[in-house]
């Protein structure tokens, strides 16, 4: 637990402590076990950062794992170490919940390239003593599953339960189901594609000239120069959290209302509640992530396209998979519109797999698998209920 | 002609040598003549740089006011003096085209607080003979036409037979109706709305807040501090330009394509085309638009709401109007959807306005209204002909 500070009586720590030794299990992987990664590079040593709730069973036939997205971690229903906030799924994580923690063994991890423990760019490179900064290698969304994949492996399980994530966690579940289908007995991909739409490498491309184009970036050596990008990364954080919205939750939220004011100011202060928003928005992301990560995640999402790697054809990717799907989407997201949910849809029933599909009906947008939103939860509860009945595993108090 | 360099033997001018002596036709307003600011504040003295097209008549009734949109300017159809580039409404504005200039008078004037020769806050303040920068005081999109119906009194014209514009542009078409409703004989509002959402807030305020974070951004004192934000404001343009396209626009234009490679490089390149093409559209802006206006024209749209000047009901700022309006909306624009027009015309209704309302079926986005898209040059033609009929101008040649 490395740079805890005490700050009103309570233990926090600073992201920067998170990297190397996390508050958080820890698999260490060594020379002897590198992470091929798809551009060509043997990574070894590397670590994961995981979280785990509840208990596997006696089969170990009761584990789901839960794919993070990109501004996520492996904090998924505990105490965040950095922020002291609750967990990022604690809708859907816990005992009685759809993920209930009293009857599955629920695993999280870092993802490689991130910034919790799990390596990535902040991470010590072992041959210099110094941080990675843009000398680690660029990862992907295959790489990031096929870390995973050894986790689970020394876990001791073969087949996971489930597989459930949102967004770029979506992305892994869905790579999850193309790379290990016979490890995958039901899967759950959230508001997201087989590949990200030239939009939204626009808007990752965004973020990132917002990093880089802050001089305290430092090419990606902040960390020796004692700087931080933190303007620069800010700026990304509320582009981003723009498309994580809808234009009606804005302006259900906000519309035009002033902040702490009836008249404008005539001047640049943030006149208007949606300007203080995303200013805060900008400004609290900073102090829990690190921005090189943020432009390695990025890539990794970018460069996702399942069908590529299958002669163009997505429905190659899933032929004869044997998993049980459910894809969800949400009307009002417009960085993972409900077609390309569609898209996927038909991939996998031309792959011939069983697939239920749930458009949920809110104006929270993006956000929304994150939200307290009923229909999908009552949803995510329903799909992995009947997928439990079919593994045969017993409902917890029986 | 300030600051003349001689490129491949083409004389081009710097945007910074354009903002006191412009390459226009010049209106000033000296000390005795203020423009009154919804700040407070009266502007004295200030000037006003604008273009003119065609002949005004005898009875001077043939006048139309092009009205630019953000980073458009009066260089509406000839080569602009910065870029060597054609005039950014060549599609509308020519000889027997919509805009007709061997018919109607057309004038565009650079909007107060633009950059290229209207006061704004790159101009010189006469009291310091420095640039005003955040010294200069926040205009309005109302600001904005107070200064042209300057102008178009200093032309000697009392009615205007059109007002037209897109966007920025469509505000102040609005904003002229409201004003002046006996001085507008047709407005042609295009892509545009009565007030900006706060989605649009929200990405007005990413802009800035990458501008101001450039610490070559110097509080706006760039000038004398010899520095100039150019990394911020191409970051600005970049989130703006996603907007003022559509996803399918994006997608049709670029998909996942590479540039000039077959393979993803694994680094932070620019290997898709769309990134390339953002990169492009950041870094040639810059060389043309002042920073600070970006600041200023960005805040005039935040705060643009005729309704809050109206007791918060839009019909009534259109009450009584003699104006006929033709407005325009385009189904891809998401920046200013349908739905914003289609309020605007129900208040124009519920005034009892003449209206017609079109909203034209494409996929190229915001950006529609400058691009070469039959179905709204014709009915812009259409609407200003019959307009015209009704006015009593003799067609040309007759």
Redesign the interface.
Known sequence: MGNAQLVNGQTTQTQEGEVDRPSSLLAVFGKDQPLRL??GIDLAPFQIAYQTYGTLNAERSNAILVCHALTGDQHVANVHPVTGKQGWWTTLVGPGLALDTERYFIICANVIGGCMGSTGPASTNPDTGKPWG?DF??VTIPDMVRAQAMLIDRLGIETLFAVVGGSMGGMQVLQWCVAYPKRVFSALPIACST?????N???H??G???V????DWQQGRYFERGTHPH??L??AR??AH?TY?S?AA??R????RMQDRDL?T???D???Q??SY??HQ?SSFVERFDANSY?YLT?AM??F?VA?DHDGVLASAFRGTGTRFCVVSFTSD?LF?TSESRATVHALNAGGARVSFAEIETDRGHDAFLLDVPEFIDIAHAFLQSAATARGLTPPGT
Chains 1, 2 share one sequence.
Do not use: N, T
Not at 195 to 199: G, I, L, N, T
Not at 212 to 215: I, K, R, S
């Open positions: 798809d551009c843009l290698p660029v590949r990200h739409s030239a939009q490498i626009a808007f491309e965004l990132r000239q917002a880089m184009a802050d001089p303007r620069g800010g700026v509320m582009a723009i919205l234009d804005l302006h939220k906000f519309g035009r404008p005539f001047s640049f943030a006149d208007f949606v300007e995303l200013r900008g432009l890539r970018d460069y396209d590529a417009w519109p």
